[in-house]
């Protein structure tokens, strides 16, 4: 009994949290044979937590926190919060998307800094990195505005509403940036599907 109402709450939970893809304008047939799309993300206006911080409000509460637990721990977290966006969350969008359109026989692919008639804005515009207690944990959130645009001229073609896109795994995992990776990873995935109907 206590099993199926902890998989109850668990699948409401789940729900409640789910990812919301609205279509602002346009569509991605504009893609037909198009091999590399150019990819840009920008996290100039990107809001943290419940509270909407912006990022230079954020880090240093988030070191402060980190080092009354464990002196030293909030200067290390800095150097892997800085890195995350390059390293982790980048990558993630880029490598699920382009996975996604592979296995369905569709040449179209990401890639930063490149040459090419279109590019995808990816603006991050929130981030609730969850947490992770063992035995309850929440997911976290990535909201963002994804608009591919005429690379020369900036005309946008489509603008697409990411919102709340779920970072989860399934076991453990107490990295706050991993979690919020997963969520970058959960955005390019669904982007990729949506394209796909375009494409096909």
């Keep these: 009994m206590k099993k199926s109402l902890l998989l109850l709450l668990i699948t409401i939970s789940t729900l409640a949290m789910a990812q919301k893809f609205k279509i602002l304008s346009g569509d991605a047939k504009f893609l037909k ?3 590399t799309i150019n990819v840009v993300f920008d996290y100039s206006e990107m809001k943290l937590l ?4 912006t990022e230079e409000e954020y880090i240093p509460r988030r070191i402060e926190e980190l080092n009354k637990k464990t002196e030293g721990s909030g200067d290390i977290w800095e150097k892997q919060w800085e890195r995350s966006k390059e390293e982790l969350w980048n990558p993630k969008f880029i490598t699920i998307f382009n996975k996604v359109l592979a296995k369905e026989n569709i040449s179209t692919k990401l890639k930063e800094n490149t040459q090419s008639l279109y590019t995808l804005i990816v603006k991050v515009k929130w981030i609730y990195p969850g947490w992770d207690a063992g035995i309850m944990k929440q997911p ?3 909201t963002t505005q994804l608009t591919f645009v005429e690379t020369d001229s900036k005309k946008v073609l489509c603008d697409i509403e990411s919102t709340d896109a779920p970072g989860d795994q399934w076991g453990s995992n107490f990295n706050n940036e991993t979690r919020v990776g997963e ?3 959960k955005t390019g995935k669904t982007l990729a599907q949506r394209i796909e109907r375009d494409l096909k």
């Design 183 to 185: 969520g970058f990873a």
């Design 33 to 35: 044979g198009t091999e």
């Design 140 to 142: 976290a959130k990535v």
């Design 50 to 53: 419940k509270e909407n911080y």
